[in-house]
């Protein structure tokens, strides 16, 4: 297992396309979690997966944002109608649960820039 | 979620031991302290954790005050790999279904 995996890294678009990220998660770990990080911040938490179902959404979760874990395994996060606000890193987490809150682990993230 | 408060930044000198302090004075009994960091451009990566007693392993070493209110993360030599955003969190051992929540963290910058 390589950890977990985020596509793409790097992503320009421009204001009011729309962007789907990628995550795919340790393949034993049952919780995926979305974060986003802008600059000089600590990450803040966006929603969660117990396997495919989506049970914590963040108030920072717009309706412009969609995120899904269809089979339980890998997760898109979805942006639509971009706006230059959306530039920010794009973190994925998973973990096991029930398990000790030592086991998230992270991938390297998607940098979205919106011009 | 206990509140805690990390100095923005420090600076080390390679091959010293770096100290990165945190206050936590409302962490409550069951509560446990979490040290996380990131380097640039890559997502936080886990160092240690602890309860009440001094902790040790390869990356570092937690030493947490005797009233639990505030601990201080060791990296007893630090080289320039380390540096790295460091992040103090306080939560329970596990089965909490609320995800980690990070602060600002502490900037730690090694200096050759």
């Known amino acids: 297992d390589t950890g977990v995996s985020q596509n793409p890294r790097h992503k320009i678009t421009k204001r009011g396309q729309n962007v789907t990220f990628r995550c795919d998660p340790i393949s034993e770990h049952n919780r995926l979690y979305w974060y986003r990080q802008t600059l000089g911040q600590g990450p803040e938490f966006l929603t969660y997966?117990?396997?495919?179902?989506?049970?914590?959404k963040s108030r920072l979760l717009s309706d412009r944002f969609s995120a899904e874990r269809p089979k339980g395994s890998f997760s898109t996060l979805e942006i639509q109608r971009t706006e230059q606000g959306d530039s920010a890193m794009y973190l994925c987490a998973s973990r096991y649960d029930p398990g000790p809150n030592y086991g998230y682990t992270f991938g390297s993230g998607t940098r979205l820039t919106v011009v | 979620d206990a509140k805690t408060t990390q100095p923005t930044s420090m600076d080390c000198a390679e091959g010293r031991a770096a100290n990165l302090p945190c206050n936590h004075s409302?962490?409550?009994?069951?509560?446990?302290v979490y040290w996380y960091r990131q380097i640039h451009s890559q997502g936080p990566q886990y160092i240690i954790h602890?309860?009440?007693n001094n902790e040790t392993n390869e990356m570092a070493s937690l030493i947490i005050t005797e009233d639990r209110k505030s601990s201080t993360l060791i990296l007893p030599h630090a080289t320039l790999r380390d540096t790295a955003v460091y992040y103090c969190i306080v939560r329970g051992l596990s089965g909490s279904a609320r995800q980690l929540t990070f602060g600002s963290g502490t900037q730690l910058t090694v200096l050759p």
């Open positions: 409302t962490i409550s009994g069951n509560e446990y």
């Open positions: 602890g309860l009440k």
């Open positions: 997966f117990q396997n495919e179902a989506q049970l914590e």
